[in-house]
Structures are given as structure tokens and as C-alpha cells.
């Protein structure tokens, strides 16, 4: 069996999309002081899907969210000459190929991204050429099934955010979290308005349900020192992203010295990469995104690593390439869920561009034993909704 042809096509939604409201979730545009939607950089309103096509006639799928338009140059320029005629089995082979040819411009960011893509369009191969699910390929079944948490808690009046995180309590939903939406501009009465929607959520779910709260790289160090005691009564399970990626030494700090756990590596790429952070005590939780990270190839090795450290690996996103690498691994206790109440900033769009991923029941969910790959395949439901560049 031999790599046919890769095709790589994105899909741009054109559909209803909620409206950008202010303070929707804090991020690194906010240091900017723009008077703009400054979380209009990060809505992913566009997604690549890549098909890995053998002589035989299987098709794998992958995918990924970032810059979608340059990764697809990046597939059909580079990488694609690179692994069509190879045995996808060789699958090792292929991933050091295009990771070592593209070094020079494409370790992080896109170039890694649009690797990830054929990666995971590989594995779904391999996995429907011999009929097992991915996971089963990657160590087995190592958990009854994936407890996940709600993922979708964005500021917003305390009454409509008070009214979302009961309606993910009365879904079965133990785990949930919470995105603030002020940085260090907003000076202390921001600081007051993280911590009462931080109350609004607790007092609703109670002490029994975790809450982990998000900054999405958007805090500085110093900002980050001042709200963390603010945060500890509140029994956060962990701080996720407080301050900018490449900032590992404020991670450390952080992750070190204070009474919350912190969470990353959603923006951060290789094995290299996160031994960097593992090596300096950085992170307590490791949330890379099979997506961006460099495919499952590159995943199950930073789980390995992670393990080693025992430090708990929790995928950024939910999604299938995820599931499968949580449910493979001990060390992948829980999984992210981002239900799907409207298109808000984009994280949805892959339930929009596939079918196949479970839904929860009472907040978890389960992998088929017998459905072979990832197990999901491009929707056609949607289809009216995209603008489709191939």
C-alpha cells in the first residue's frame, strides 16, 4: 500500500455567527488597548481538511484550524511530495521527513500545523486498513470511557452565565470551564469583574463540581501574581495559559510558587518544546491540541514524556484526533468538550465539517471498539454554510 495522492481543502463558514460582544474572553490583542473586537483574531472561522489517499482507495482524513489558507500551501507545496509513494505504516519515516525538511522555516506555528494534518490523516489510514480504531493502535482501551468537561463558559452577564452553567449541571456535566474577560488595563475593578464571575459559576455548581478558569495567554506576569490569591478560595482546578507561551520562565514562577495549578502548551509545538517546559516545572497540566502539535505522531510522544514527569496530558479541544490519544493513554485522565450551543468563535466549526464524534451522556463519552480510524467522516449537512478553496 502506497500514499496516492493529498488533497487539502478549506473550508470557510458563511453561516450565522454570533455577534462579538465585548470582553467575551481576555487574550494577548488586549495589551493593544484596541477599541475593535480584539478576540476577532482568534475566531477560527475557517478549517483545513486534508484527505491522504492510498492505491487501494482508503482515504484518511486530518485536519487543522490555524492560518488554514498558508497550511494548505504549506500540504500542497512541501509536504505532499514529500509522502506520496510512501507506505503509510511507515508513518515515523514520514512525519521526521517533513519536520526535518521544512526545519528551517516551519518548527512551530503553521509549518507544524500543517504536518499535524497529514499525520492525522495517516493514523485514520492506517487504523481502516486494518479495522480498529486509532486508539486501539496506540495502546488500547485504558478507561471505561472519557469523562469530559464543559467548555464553553465565556464572560457575559452574570444572569446568562449563572443560567449556562446550570444548564451544564443539569446535563450531568462535573467539570467545567471558565474563560475571564479582563486583563491588566482594566486595573482593579476588571480584577473585581473576573472574580465575580468566577462566584457567579461556584455558587451555582456548588463545591463538588470542578472549575478550571482560562486567561488564553492574555495576563502578564505581574497581573497574573495579583489575581491569583483571589482565585485560590474558589478551588480552581487549574490556571490555563496566564501568560504569554514563549514566557516560560513566568510559567515556572507561576506554577511553582503559587497555590493554583497551571495549565498549557494549547500554542506550544514538538517534543522539544515541551520538554522545555517540563524540564523548568512550568506546567502542572499539559494541554497540547493534536491539531497544532505535529499530528498523533508527535502527540503520543510528548505523552510519554509528560508521563515520565508525571504530569497529566488533557488535549486542548475536543474532537476526535483528541479523543483517541486520551482514551489510549492512563496518563490522559478527562478530555475537553465545547458543546454546541451556537458558532462562537469558531471551535465548533469541526462538529459543523464532520460527523462520526459522540455525543456526552452525563458528562462523558465512549469510543467505538470496533469502528475503524478516527471514526468520522466529512458531513455534507453543512455544506450550504461553506465557502469551499481547493
Known sequence: MKIKAIRSKVYRWTGPTAPARPNLSVNPMDALNSLSDTMGS??????????VETDDGIVGIGNCALAPKIAKEIIDQYLAPIAIGRDPFDFEAIWQAMYRSTMAWGRKGIGMAAISAVDIAIWDIMGKAVGKPVFKLLGGRTKKDIQVYASKLYSQPLDSLAKEAQSYLDQGFQMMKLRFGWGPLDGPSGMRKNIELLRTVRDVVGPDIDLMVECYMGWTLEYAERMIPMLAEYNVRWLEEPVLPDDIAGYAKLNL????????????FTLFGFKQLLDAGAISVIQYDTNRVGGITA???VNQLAEAHQVPVIPHAGMMHNYHLTMANLNCPIS??????EVEVGNELFYYLFEGDPLPVNGRINLDDE???LGIEISDKHLQHFQIFE
Open 299 to 301: 502527540a503520543q510522544k
Open 371 to 373: 469502528l475503524p480510524g
Open 257 to 268: 510558587k503559587g497555590p493554583i495549578p497551571i495549565s498549557g502548551g494549547e500554542h506550544e
Open 336 to 341: 475537553e468538550f465545547f458543546p454546541v450551543n
Open 42 to 51: 482568534f475566531r477560527f472561522h475557517d478549517w483545513l481538511v486534508c484527505e
